[in-house]
């Protein structure tokens, strides 16, 4: 074997090099996929949070609704010496 380029250690080093450039030229493709793909998507439209539901420190409505358990509660029910905090949840069973 003539030359570092017939050394199995040169070839590997060769192909690692290969491989490597490789990821990197896959790498700058999809990120420059992923790029063109979100500037095409058209924005959402703003929502405007101060039309919904009651606003910090607006005081709430009475209400009366049941939990996952069936257990109705109302605001009262609820209140602390400190106020309540509500945590509304999609779903309890997941």
Known sequence: MSGANASPIGRSGQMMKVFKNLWIVLFVAGALAAQSSTSTQTA???????????????????????????????????????????????????
């Open 44 to 94: 959402r439209p703003k929502i405007d949070v101060s039309k919904l539901g009651p606003q910090v420190g607006e005081r709430v409505p009475e209400f009366n609704l049941n939990d996952q358990s069936g257990k109705s509660w109302t605001l009262q029910s609820i209140m602390g010496p400190k106020g309540a905090m509500l945590v509304f949840v999609r779903s309890a069973d997941w």
